[in-house]
């Protein structure tokens, strides 16, 4: 594994937002749910998609909170334009499990 340095790392913004909306994309080529995120004042709402269908319905990500990074550039994804990137981990099946704080912290709070 590659050491990095801490500058390398505090160049990943990793920031606290919470779902506002999110639905099905059913144009994505593997199954996949777009969702909008909350970031706070400072951020604003930033929209992504992710392949989540095994252990999250749309209804069921509204209200969450989750990390994401949100300073790369944004992506299109078909007819969709992904701006962050939300953070997850594979279970033993390779299904992914999304991270989020274990309690409730302010909206674009930043991860360090």
Do not use: C
């Not at 160049?11 to 749910?33: L, N, Q, Y």
């Not at 749309?58 to 992506?75: S, W, Y």
């Not at 969709?80 to 390779?94: I, K, P, Q, R, Y």
């Amino acid at each position: 594994m590659a050491e990095i340095s801490y500058d390398d790392f505090a160049a990943v913004d990793i920031r606290a937002g919470r779902v506002t909306r999110a639905e099905p994309f059913p144009e994505a080529r593997k199954p996949a749910i777009k969702m909008w995120i909350d970031f706070g004042p400072e951020i604003g709402e930033k929209k992504t998609s992710a392949q989540i269908t095994v252990h999250y319905t749309p209804e069921a990500l509204v209200g969450r909170q989750v990390m994401a990074v949100v300073n790369f550039p944004p992506r299109q994804i078909g007819p969709f334009m992904s701006e962050v990137l939300v953070l997850g981990v594979s279970d033993a099946d390779g299904a992914i499990v999304l991270l989020a704080p274990d309690r409730d912290v302010p909206l674009g709070g930043r991860m360090h």
